[in-house]
């Protein structure tokens, strides 16, 4: 029923007008809304994990003022993870109308390297089966 509510409202496809030339060429800018589905259901999935169980490295990069998430549900489901290493970053140099997309050529180019830099970092203090990563380069 609720499938079919949202079709009736909301009709078959979601489309956008791309913020640019980039998002217009790699993104998918129209689908039908039944792929909306398949992210409801993974979000649903994502909710009822239980994350005490989840014990490996957790890099976690949010925007403060992010429009499509709940910034208080990600900082709540973060404290919940039991990994020995995570780390969280409020990142908010981004200038993507959603506060939501933090690095990338197509919404946020100014970002990208500090991005990069702070996945760098974490990746190399992190160690993953008793290994060390190798040395970049």
């Known amino acids: 029923l609720g499938r079919r509510l949202i079709e009736i409202f909301m009709g078959n496809w979601r489309q956008f007008t ?4 980039a998002q217009e060429r790699f993104w998918t800018v129209r689908y039908p809304m039944k792929a909306l589905y398949t992210m409801l259901e993974l979000v649903r999935i994502a909710n009822a994990t239980d994350l005490r169980r989840l014990v490996l490295p957790v890099l976690m990069l949010y925007n403060e003022k992010d429009r499509v998430i709940s910034v208080a549900k990600l900082k709540k489901k973060f404290g919940a993870m039991a990994s020995a290493r995570k780390r969280l970053v409020a990142f ?3 200038r ?4 939501h997309v933090l690095a990338g050529d197509a919404l946020s180019p100014e970002t990208t390297s500090q991005v990069i830099a702070i996945i760098e970092a974490f990746l190399a203090k992190t160690t993953v089966a008793g290994r060390k990563p190798p040395p970049a380069g």
Do not use: I, S, V
């Open 18 to 21: 791309p913020a640019g030339p």
């Open 96 to 99: 993507d109308p959603g506060r």
């Open 92 to 94: 908010n140099g981004n």
